[in-house]
């Protein structure tokens, strides 16, 4: 828990928080009501209730990297962006995949994120020169472009860390999360960007849905012998096979003030979808969980 309390209070210090009612990373997001229909084949992949055929309700939270209360979607220090969804399933039960639009992390284990994290937000920029010449990973997500979407309907999202889908038949297969546009992926240069108005991603979606749903496939990627299962910072190669595994809707925006109570974590898991051993999956759980406390207190107190 120490080093989950560490991470929040060093996006604090990045960002300048903590700012009342706000997450401590993605703080700016938009909210969205849609569906989910799993493909016919991703009952083979998992017994998991939601990818079974049926049509499950889903609420999707896209936002911006940076927790600061003035808007800039232009800005480069939003992104890499965030897509989380929460799956509402029959019997009252939901579950939730986080994602990025950065294929990999800067880190493999907790303590390297706050040691990244604090780097990042030193005054003195020799610090994280340091931690990037011992850090391959980090340096790769530093140095990778981050282009501002033209939209949140035409970014692409990876879930970062592996999960055991379980089938009916017991069979086990680990897998990582993959979310494409069916619109397709499209960015903006960076004049263009900054060009744009400061919630221009929120007011593109919010017009975009009046007149058409936005789809995404929703996708697993699975690995070949070798690759490495618990290390998040470790992209696997593209040539390895893709399962589809349904499709998203969105069909509107959702009561943006519901945004705020919301709690999304990669371990709120179903049967049939299980934890690996990556250790940045229980941090990070962790991390949120003190940053929805804490923005639930600043609430309450403002009532």
Known sequence: MEVAQGIVAAFDAIFAGPHVGMRAVHGQGVLCEGSF?????AKSLSRAPHFQGTTVPVVVRFSNFASIPARV???PSGSPRGMAIKFILPDGEDTDIVAHSYNGFPVSTPED????LKAVGAK?????ASFLATHPAAKAFIDAPKPTPLSFATEAFYGVDAFRFINAAGVEQYGRYRIEPVAGQAHLSAS???QRAPNFLSQDLAERLKVA???FRLLVQLPAAGDPILDGSA???????VLEIGTLTLHALAPQASQQPLFFTPLNLVSGVASSEDPLLVARTRAYRISLER???????RD
């Open 37 to 41: 229909r799993a493909a016919a084949g």
């Open 73 to 75: 979607d232009g800005d």
């Open 113 to 116: 994120f706050l040691s990244f």
């Open 124 to 128: 003195d920029p020799q610090v994280l």
């Open 192 to 194: 263009e960007a900054a």
């Open 213 to 215: 749903p936005a789809e």
């Open 235 to 241: 992209a696997w190669a593209e040539d390895r096979p």
């Open 295 to 301: 923005r639930s207190k600043s609430a309450v107190a």
